[in-house]
């Protein structure tokens, strides 16, 4: 129901552009968010924005990444700027009913796109 794309492989200090289009219902009074990991690490909450707007952002990405959702589309993007090889990792979309970083409040998610940042 949820399909991630866009990741690549892309030196250090490029950006990259990670779309998840959403179907088989709306999730336009959802919560999108992205999520990452890394091999050997937790998956961890990158960036989430609610249907009113508001977002949330981990410390790491702030002011690197942004995250937008076009409610018309069913997709929810993540903008990354100024990537740093620490952000190399598969980044999920997920959808859920709270804006929250913990990846049990997300009820769906997509199957992942790898994004390797080089040095």
């Known amino acids: 129901q949820l399909q991630a794309c866009g990741g690549g492989l892309v030196q250090a200090g490029g950006s990259l552009r990670l779309s998840c289009a959403a179907s088989?219902?709306?999730?336009?009074?959802?919560?999108l968010g992205w999520f990452r990991q890394a091999p050997g690490k937790e998956r961890e909450f990158v960036a989430a924005?609610?249907?009113?707007?508001?977002?949330l952002y981990d410390d790491s990405v702030k002011g690197r990444f942004t995250i937008s959702r076009d409610n018309a589309k069913n997709t929810v993007y993540l903008q990354m700027n100024s990537l740093k090889p620490e952000d190399t990792a598969v980044y999920y979309c997920?959808?859920?009913?709270?804006?929250?970083?913990?990846?049990?409040?997300?009820?769906?998610w997509g199957q992942g796109t790898l994004v390797t940042v080089s040095s």
């Open positions: 088989g219902r709306t999730f336009s009074s959802y919560v």
């Open positions: 924005t609610a249907w009113s707007g508001r977002t």
């Open positions: 997920a959808a859920g009913r709270l804006l929250a970083t913990h990846r049990f409040s997300y009820d769906y």
